[in-house]
């Protein structure tokens, strides 16, 4: 994991923060994004050191965003049950908000395949389901590659 902050104990950024780096077509070249995962701990201790108007409206939009979230928890059947959220920013503001479950993840196209190679990311099922979905796509732009060929 790249260090993401200074003069911090690696347990705490360990647990708080996470470095993705992705590489993404921007106009015309190749480039490495990073996309920063962090939890609401880690966004609170890294916008505590925020200053100026700007920054104060995104600590309030947070503090507003994450209330609305502990709202929403507690009017379920199982206060105590933990439940993950995806927040989506925009402008520094929290745009929406949707409930995530145990097993749904998020990732690009090219780190699919990394992840499905790791062992015990997948059961046998999945993998077998995979598989036969996968080689029915092969099957099919085989079929369609073939028709073209003939028709040249």
């Known amino acids: 994991m790249d260090r993401i902050l200074i003069d911090v104990p690696s347990e705490f950024t360990s647990t708080h923060f996470c470095v993705n780096v992705q590489?993404?077509?921007v106009g015309t070249s190749q480039r490495d994004l990073k996309?920063?995962?962090?939890?609401?701990?880690?966004?609170?201790?890294?916008v505590m050191g925020f200053t100026g108007a700007k920054a104060a409206e995104l600590k309030i939009n947070?503090?507003?965003?994450?209330?609305?979230a502990q709202k929403r928890l507690s009017r379920t059947t199982h206060?105590?049950?933990?439940?993950?959220?995806?927040?989506?920013?925009?402008?520094g503001k929290i745009v929406s908000s949707q409930p995530i479950q145990d097993d749904q993840?998020?990732?690009?196209?090219?780190?699919?395949?990394?992840y499905m190679r790791e062992p015990?990311?997948?059961?046998?099922?999945?993998l077998l389901e995979i598989s036969?979905?996968?080689n029915q796509q092969?099957?099919?732009?085989?079929?369609?590659?073939?028709?073209?060929?003939?028709?040249r």
């Open 105 to 114: 993840f998020f990732t690009s196209r090219d780190k699919l395949v990394q």
């Open 35 to 46: 996309c920063y995962h962090l939890t609401k701990d880690g966004f609170m201790f890294l």
């Open 120 to 126: 015990r990311f997948l059961s046998l099922e999945q």
């Open 62 to 68: 947070f503090i507003n965003a994450f209330n609305e």
């Open 138 to 151: 092969i099957a099919t732009l085989a079929r369609l590659a073939e028709k073209q060929a003939r028709l």
């Open 23 to 25: 590489n993404q077509q």
């Open 79 to 91: 206060p105590f049950e933990r439940q993950r959220m995806m927040f989506t920013w925009e402008g």
């Open 132 to 134: 036969e979905a996968a």
